[in-house]
């Protein structure tokens, strides 16, 4: 799996920066947007590894998505606005539209530690 969510072009005005990634396997949903704000439709995915700017998903690549979107990891009740930076077979690489915060990383690591019965 590539790391391409980290190499992702900078917006204007902004540094290339990278941040440390976390590998972990954690069912999670696309959730496309339609009008009124209201959730259009669900596609089911799979979170490979996430950092506090983005992560990379497996997804099915028949599957055509807007360049925005949100992204709920199961067992989590946030909706990650993100954007998409890469797409290449099953992978799909997102920028999150703001940084997560290490609090949030740190209990999806520990939630997945504890889940894996380690």
């Given at each position: 799996m590539s790391m391409?969510?980290?190499?992702?072009?900078?917006?204007?005005?902004?540094?290339?920066?990278?941040?440390?990634?976390?590998?972990?396997?954690?069912?999670?949903?696309?959730?496309?947007?339609?009008?009124?704000?209201?959730?259009?439709?669900r596609y089911n995915c799979l979170l490979r590894h996430i950092s506090i700017g983005g992560a990379m998903l497996?997804?099915?690549?028949?599957?055509?998505?807007?360049?925005?979107?949100?992204?709920?990891?199961?067992?989590?009740k946030e909706e990650?606005?993100?954007t998409q930076v890469h797409r290449l077979g099953t992978e799909l690489g997102v920028r999150f539209n703001?940084?997560?915060?290490?609090?949030?990383?740190r209990r999806l690591i520990r939630s997945a530690f504890q889940s894996s019965g380690i």
């Amino acid at each position: 799996m590539s790391m391409r969510m980290h190499m992702a072009e900078p917006r204007p005005g902004e540094l290339t920066t990278t941040h440390k990634h976390f590998y972990v396997e954690r069912p999670c949903r696309i959730l496309i947007i339609g009008e009124h704000l209201k959730a259009k439709t669900r596609y089911n995915c799979l979170l490979r590894h996430i950092s506090i700017g983005g992560a990379m998903l497996d997804f099915n690549p028949n599957i055509p998505l807007p360049k925005n979107f949100f992204l709920e990891i199961e067992g989590f009740k946030e909706e990650i606005g993100c954007t998409q930076v890469h797409r290449l077979g099953t992978e799909l690489g997102v920028r999150f539209n703001m940084l997560l915060s290490q609090e949030f990383i740190r209990r999806l690591i520990r939630s997945a530690f504890q889940s894996s019965g380690i």
